[in-house]
């Protein structure tokens, strides 16, 4: 099978034949396996990611030995990465719409806690089984369709909740939410993908970076709007009024980007970077979905990478997800500035994603900044832990935000540093197995600190979750270590 010669970045050497490749100086110099990778091509032409400095030291200026096939970036590429962040929006919104005023809906539902933590946690539960076989989907069927069948998903989640706004409907509710859970697993790991099928070599970073700010931007409204929407009232027919409406805003929403991803297209016509243009002329039948699989799990680097994300994200999803249980603890009655406050977390992680992305495309120092934003999340979880009983809303404001800035942040540092470990697999899939690791963590952090929340306080709670933070960050250091060994 031929192999790829396509790296990422402005020097890729990506005009030479497999044969010319593997017999080429380059190939020799790299790290013992690298050239038995096999390269994944699809149907509709793989997303060969663009920008990769881990072994560009390796390969040498080979780019005169064929001619430049045609490249051209299309003003479409910005209406369909916003159109993909706005469906991640929807739907991570519908995720935490009842976890931030999760005290109303136990009594609106006569539910007790763990009840409203599963409706978050379900999103984490379904993707685990899933995820294999979306990826199988996406490599034979590409983006657009994925993307058109998670929109679908969502809206209809979406429409099945309206049904459930009454206090003796919460198994209507729970199954609205698992149907949207569905559509998370087709949409949580695209931003990798769809920004190296659409976007250029020196913006790729950015683009992925404004894809995980979709998702992100969604769960800052999932914490500033429900407060708003939903007041905590006493009478019962009024809370319905209040959560129907809700209810039908999202359904809303939802069906209208569903209806906007119909138009949406699978590629551009011309390919935006020689990779991908080297992409296209690769035949499918070369493509082997379980042989990319077997790669990934036999890269010693990527696989401390599934664990150290899992770690970092799964602290993220267990902090949002109790987040209202946390506030309402040391400040009663203060629903809306607990939605607030989950605000500022992901409005600084945008903040910070966006900067990480911006400076991964124009430094390509994935080690290091990968490193430093995973111990930086690590201080902002212990200054959080230490401030938030302190009694002052405006001091828990502050270290919230740096917590976001550097916790959030790290979403996209982590699937650029996988496509970067795992080239030339199939971004779709190391993103998705990513994702996996920080659902099942995820899931084990929010029942845990649940429970230590629940019998210790909320102290020992964020504690637990430092530790973890403190074990992934010197995992992380390995990963480093790892990658600089095997270059040598």
């Given at each position: 099978?031929?192999?790829?010669?396509?790296?990422?970045?402005?020097?890729?050497?990506?005009?030479?034949?497999?044969?010319?490749?593997?017999?080429?100086?380059?190939?020799?110099?790299?790290?013992?396996?690298?050239?038995?990778?096999?390269?994944?091509?699809?149907?509709?032409?793989?997303?060969?990611?663009?920008?990769?400095?881990?072994?560009?030291?390796?390969?040498?200026?080979?780019?005169?030995?064929?001619?430049?096939?045609?490249?051209?970036?299309?003003?479409?590429?910005?209406?369909?990465?916003?159109?993909?962040?706005?469906?991640?929006?929807?739907?991570?919104?519908?995720?935490?719409?009842?976890?931030?005023?999760?005290?109303?809906?136990?009594?609106?539902?006569?539910?007790?806690?763990?009840?409203?933590?599963?409706?978050?946690?379900?999103?984490?539960?379904?993707?685990?089984?899933?995820?294999?076989?979306?990826?199988?989907?996406?490599?034979?069927?590409?983006?657009?369709?994925?993307?058109?069948?998670?929109?679908?998903?969502?809206?209809?989640?979406?429409?099945?909740?309206?049904?459930?706004?009454?206090?003796?409907?919460?198994?209507?509710?729970?199954?609205?939410?698992?149907?949207?859970?569905?559509?998370?697993?087709?949409?949580?790991?695209?931003?990798?993908?769809?920004?190296?099928?659409?976007?250029?070599?020196?913006?790729?970073?950015?683009?992925?970076?404004?894809?995980?700010?979709?998702?992100?931007?969604?769960?800052?409204?999932?914490?500033?709007?429900?407060?708003?929407?939903?007041?905590?009232?006493?009478?019962?027919?009024?809370?319905?009024?209040?959560?129907?409406?809700?209810?039908?805003?999202?359904?809303?929403?939802?069906?209208?980007?569903?209806?906007?991803?119909?138009?949406?297209?699978?590629?551009?016509?011309?390919?935006?970077?020689?990779?991908?243009?080297?992409?296209?002329?690769?035949?499918?039948?070369?493509?082997?979905?379980?042989?990319?699989?077997?790669?990934?799990?036999?890269?010693?680097?990527?696989?401390?990478?599934?664990?150290?994300?899992?770690?970092?994200?799964?602290?993220?999803?267990?902090?949002?997800?109790?987040?209202?249980?946390?506030?309402?603890?040391?400040?009663?009655?203060?629903?809306?500035?607990?939605?607030?406050?989950?605000?500022?977390?992901?409005?600084?992680?945008?903040?910070?994603?966006?900067?990480?992305?911006?400076?991964?495309?124009?430094?390509?120092?994935?080690?290091?900044?990968?490193?430093?934003?995973?111990?930086?999340?690590?201080?902002?979880?212990?200054?959080?832990?230490?401030?938030?009983?302190?009694?002052?809303?405006?001091?828990?404001?502050?270290?919230?935000?740096?917590?976001?800035?550097?916790?959030?942040?790290?979403?996209?540092?982590?699937?650029?540093?996988?496509?970067?470990?795992?080239?030339?697999?199939?971004?779709?899939?190391?993103?998705?197995?990513?994702?996996?690791?920080?659902?099942?963590?995820?899931?084990?952090?929010?029942?845990?600190?649940?429970?230590?929340?629940?019998n210790y306080g909320t102290l020992a709670g964020n504690i637990f979750l430092c530790v973890f933070l403190l074990i992934g960050t010197i995992m992380t250091g390995k990963t480093s270590v790892t990658v600089k060994n095997t270059q040598l």
């Amino acid at each position: 099978m031929p192999q790829n010669n396509t790296l990422k970045g402005d020097r890729a050497n990506s005009e030479l034949s497999g044969e010319e490749w593997l017999c080429s100086k380059a190939a020799k110099n790299l790290a013992p396996g690298f050239s038995s990778l096999q390269w994944s091509p699809e149907p509709f032409g793989r997303a060969v990611s663009t920008g990769s400095c881990l072994h560009m030291e390796t390969l040498g200026d080979q780019s005169d030995l064929a001619p430049k096939v045609e490249t051209k970036l299309y003003h479409r590429r910005w209406f369909m990465l916003f159109l993909f962040s706005f469906v991640s929006a929807s739907n991570a919104f519908m995720w935490l719409q009842y976890g931030i005023i999760s005290n109303i809906f136990m009594r609106f539902y006569n539910i007790d806690a763990l009840a409203i933590d599963w409706l978050a946690m379900i999103y984490l539960l379904t993707y685990i089984p899933l995820i294999l076989p979306i990826l199988w989907f996406l490599d034979n069927r590409g983006i657009r369709d994925v993307v058109l069948v998670g929109s679908a998903f969502n809206c209809i989640g979406a429409w099945i909740k309206i049904g459930s706004a009454s206090p003796d409907t919460f198994p209507v509710t729970f199954f609205g939410q698992f149907v949207c859970s569905v559509a998370t697993v087709f949409i949580l790991g695209i931003p990798s993908y769809l920004a190296s099928v659409w976007f250029g070599e020196k913006e790729v970073s950015t683009a992925c970076s404004i894809g995980v700010l979709g998702n992100q931007l969604g769960i800052a409204i999932g914490f500033l709007v429900p407060p708003i929407l939903v007041p905590n009232v006493d009478d019962m027919d009024e809370l319905a009024h209040h959560i129907r409406i809700m209810f039908y805003i999202t359904a809303g929403v939802a069906t209208l980007l569903f209806v906007l991803v119909v138009f949406g297209k699978e590629r551009p016509k011309i390919p935006p970077t020689q990779a991908q243009a080297t992409a296209r002329s690769i035949p499918p039948e070369q493509y082997s979905y379980i042989a990319s699989i077997r790669n990934l799990l036999r890269n010693k680097p990527f696989m401390l990478l599934v664990v150290t994300y899992g770690l970092n994200v799964g602290c993220f999803y267990a902090v949002g997800t109790l987040l209202n249980r946390m506030i309402i603890v040391h400040y009663p009655g203060e629903e809306v500035n607990a939605g607030r406050i989950g605000l500022t977390i992901v409005i600084a992680g945008m903040v910070g994603s966006l900067i990480c992305g911006v400076w991964l495309d124009r430094t390509k120092t994935y080690k290091q900044t990968t490193l430093a934003v995973y111990l930086l999340s690590l201080v902002g979880m212990i200054v959080y832990a230490a401030t938030l009983s302190l009694g002052h809303l405006w001091v828990v404001f502050i270290t919230a935000g740096v917590l976001g800035f550097f916790m959030t942040g790290y979403l996209p540092l982590g699937f650029e540093f996988a496509v970067e470990l795992t080239y030339p697999e199939s971004e779709g899939t190391s993103s998705g197995l990513l994702n996996c690791s920080a659902q099942v963590f995820g899931i084990i952090f929010t029942i845990c600190q649940g429970k230590i929340i629940d019998n210790y306080g909320t102290l020992a709670g964020n504690i637990f979750l430092c530790v973890f933070l403190l074990i992934g960050t010197i995992m992380t250091g390995k990963t480093s270590v790892t990658v600089k060994n095997t270059q040598l």
